[in-house]
């Protein structure tokens, strides 16, 4: 018997979860008989959400909250309407996040700042706001969605990839504070995930490139050693596996087809 596995019932907050990884994440603890409380900036996106979770999962229980988590007042509202209908957020993952590609030379503050704000700095933040509830009640799970270059560096993404080896680093140290407290705090490390993100980046290649958008997207899925993109199924799966499990805490877990090996 482990005392701190995962019941069923259990408040999430996923942010970011209007697409891609985020809202994938939501639908599978939406599925394992969790609350999920999805957030993101825009409210249409969080209503399909919501309602594509409700046609797989008829008895989910899922409050789309409209959130700008590089904004204070936002996340404060966010956790407060969560608290509000369940109490207490007792598993957080920190999805939402954003990417773009330039050189270094070309990258201005504001692109720096940004980079940092939305993949760095709003998850401290929406961290900071859970924890006190965690720890009083001695049990919580925090994941970050980084990236795989959290453990590399890769050329035309600086600010990406400073960001997201800084969440790395906030990730580690948290857990490493926490351990005894039954908070994990870990990171999911994906390659080229088959999101709307990376549908962003398929047509950023091929116009800066002129290759077709088939040869750019390919261009992608040869970057992970398996030869395709990530689906978000395998996301949601390693972000299942953190939040069951107790003992798995400070890792930044690779789902990236091979492509970094720690
Ligand atoms: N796709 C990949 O290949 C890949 C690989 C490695 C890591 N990741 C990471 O995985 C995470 C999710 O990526 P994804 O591919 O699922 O991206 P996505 O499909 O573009 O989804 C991003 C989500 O974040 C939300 N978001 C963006 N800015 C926000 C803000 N300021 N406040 C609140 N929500 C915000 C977006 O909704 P709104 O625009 O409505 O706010 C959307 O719901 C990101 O952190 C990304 O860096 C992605």
Redesign the pocket.
């Known amino acids: 018997m482990t005392p701190e596995r995962m019941t069923p019932g259990r408040v999430c907050l996923v ?9 994938a994440v939501a639908g599978r603890l939406a599925a394992r008989g969790h609350r999920v409380a999805t ?4 409210r249409d ?1 969080l209503d399909a959400v919501a309602a594509s979770i409700r046609a797989t999962t008829p008895q989910a229980e899922v409050l789309p909250v409209t ?4 904004d204070d007042g936002d996340v404060e509202a966010m956790y407060r309407a969560v608290e509000d209908r369940w109490g207490p957020v007792e598993v957080l993952v920190a ?5 773009f590609g330039k050189a270094l030379v070309d990258t201005t503050d504001e692109e720096w700042r940004g980079a940092l704000e ?2 760095l700095t ?1 998850p401290f933040r929406c961290l900071r706001r859970a924890l006190p509830a965690m720890l009083e009640r001695r049990w919580g799970r925090v994941v970050v ?4 270059v959290a453990k590399r560096g890769e050329a035309q993404v600086a600010a990406y990839t400073a960001s ?1 080896h800084g969440v790395l680093g906030l990730v580690r140290s948290a857990a490493a504070e926490l351990a005894a407290t039954g908070v994990t705090v870990n990171a999911i490390c ?4 088959d ?4 549908d962003h980046t398929v047509r950023a290649i091929s116009a800066r490139s002129g290759r077709t958008l088939a040869e750019a997207r390919d261009t992608l899925a040869r970057r992970q050693p398996i030869g395709r993109l990530i689906t ?1 199924d395998e996301v949601a799966d390693a972000v299942g596996f953190c939040v069951e499990n107790g003992a798995v805490t400070g890792q930044g877990i690779n789902v990236d087809g091979g492509a970094v090996q720690s």
């Open positions: 942010t970011g979860a209007g697409s891609g990884i985020g809202a957030a993101a900036r825009s996106a959130a700008d988590v590089t999805a939402a996040g954003t990417g939305l993949n709003a969605i980084a990236s795989v997201k994906p390659g080229y995930v999101t709307p993100m990376t978000t």
